[in-house]
T-cell receptor
């Protein structure tokens, strides 16, 4: 089976940096994805890591350590519009294409 | 808008009734996924199609649930004899050949089902 753990809530102020951690357990591993979901909206893809290291896309970066079964999403220069839920997801089992999502981290950005 | 579309957006039904939802993926996407999401949780995988073939089904998918993608384009998800526990947001996602390997799926707005 597969399971992912991430904090349920994080609060930060505008302009700050916040890190959302994710640890996972899978029987196989292809990569770790991150999705953003605003209240009432659809999940939207942010980033993907298949290899160890840091991937940067604008204000957002994602990191993966396969040996530690751990990753994080780093959000810089926080804006009010970044208030949303953030989900890590893995495609783990061999041959399967379905994603298994964590329960999500609700980020609240305060002025 | 060329994104994933889902209809209806909201459905209220009485327990025991059957409901059917439709998903139209992005036109060149051959992979289609159904997920279910309840409040405060991440999406839970239900089933996956590659073209018209249903290749994966979650153990969560009881025999009351059936999905089809008859021509490899749109898909339908039917729930028979609905139960209150079926109340959730049903999300459809699609991906083109190749990028599915990179964990990127494009989600529709979802159909919110309420079973009374």
């Amino acid at each position: 089976g597969q399971s992912l753990e991430q904090p349920s809530e994080v609060t930060a102020v505008e302009g700050a940096i916040v890190q959302i951690n994710c640890t996972y357990q899978t029987s196989g591993f292809y990569g770790l994805s991150w999705y953003q979901q605003h209240d009432g909206g659809a999940p939207t893809f942010l980033s993907y890591n298949a290899l160890d290291g840091l991937e940067e896309t604008g204000r957002f970066s994602s990191f993966l350590s396969r040996s530690d079964s751990y990753g994080y999403l780093l959000l810089q220069e926080l804006q009010m519009k970044d208030s949303a839920s953030y989900f890590c997801a893995v495609r783990g089992d061999t041959g399967r294409r379905a994603l298994t999502f964590g329960s999500g981290t609700r980020l609240q950005v305060q002025p | 808008d060329t994104g994933v579309s889902q209809n209806p957006r909201h459905k209220i039904t009485k327990r025991g009734q059957n409901v059917t939802f439709r998903c139209d993926p992005i036109s060149e996407h051959n992979r289609l996924y159904w997920y279910r999401q309840t409040l405060g949780q991440g999406p839970e995988f239900l089933t996956y199609f590659q073209n018209e073939a249903q290749l994966e089904k979650s153990r969560l998918l009881s025999d009351r649930f059936s999905a089809e993608r008859p021509k490899g384009s749109f898909s339908t998800l039917e729930i028979q004899r609905t139960e209150q526990g079926d109340s959730a947001m049903y999300l459809c996602a699609s991906s083109p050949p190749g990028t599915g390997d990179f964990g990127e799926q494009f989600f529709g707005p979802g159909t919110r089902l309420t079973v009374l």
